[in-house]
């Protein structure tokens, strides 16, 4: 089995492209399975021992993902029995976002001094595109193409995709490329990529700074309130499934949670035929 799964990582390296993030997660995430991988009843089993220890039914369905990847694998590549675990029920929480005057702080605030610049410029991109920390700092000169409004993203699995960019957002990061000469967008003084715990660091002080509070001030809140504003603004939810990078229309469903009946309201009276 040990032989099988460095098999496994090695094609998903070599053969799917994934990145070395993914590779940490597979590990990971198979390891909550070590040596309980045999069959099906075993598999349950370690279920039940880590909801014991007090892991989440998401944190569980995280590792099963990819404990059924990996059975997939196996019975395609090396004839072994098919078999796929149920995923545990998750309680279906509203994605927390920020409220529009919470946004507003975060575009008229005030940075001062090299770090809060970067962190602004990236918090502003990403309320506009939506995009994830990684891409942002993914993005190179050669990416973004000022004239045509779009960015040439790197998503997960090194699947590259186009995204659309604002006038708004075209002055920003015609700013921030104005400010230096290397090749990343997003750089330190020396033009190296900053680590993302950093900028997460940097991005809470400077909400700390506006006085936003009540809600967690991470650059994955910033995505998701792009894309509820998306949807609040009466966007088409296939053009955004494809604007996130999201492989499937069920993980872009779950912002419709988000909506309240106002919005709903609103959007039915343009569309009700009496109000034709």
Known sequence: MPQLFEQYVQERVYLKGVTPQTVIWIRQSLKRFDGALDSKQTVLDRIIELKNRGLS??????????????FSWLHTE?????????????????????TPEQSRRIINGKAVGRNELRVKALALTALDTGLRIQEL??????????????????GKGNKQRLVPVS?????????????????????????????????????????????????????????????????????????????????????????????????????HDGLSLLSR
């Open 57 to 70: 039914n998401v944190s569980v369905n995280t590792a099963l993902r990819c404990v059924n990847a990996y």
């Open 78 to 98: 090396h004839g072994q029995p098919a078999l796929r675990i149920p995923r545990l029920k998750e309680e279906q929480k509203i994605l927390a976002t920020f």
């Open 137 to 154: 700092l993914n993005l190179l000169r050669s990416d973004v193409d000022l004239d045509n409004l779009t960015l040439r993203v790197n």
């Open 167 to 267: 006038i708004e957002g075209r002055k920003v990061l015609y700013r921030q490329l104005s400010k230096h000469q290397f090749p990343r967008v997003f750089c330190t003084g020396r033009g190296t990529q900053p680590t993302k715990r950093s900028l997460h660091r940097d991005f809470k002080v400077w909400c700390g700074k506006l006085g936003i509070a009540g809600v967690r001030c991470s650059f994955h809140t910033l995505r998701h309130s792009f894309a509820v504003n998306y949807l609040r603004a009466g966007g088409n939810l296939y053009y955004l499934q494809r604007i996130l990078g999201h492989s499937s229309i069920m993980t872009t469903e779950k912002y419709l949670r988000s909506l309240g009946i106002a919005d709903l309201q609103k959007v």
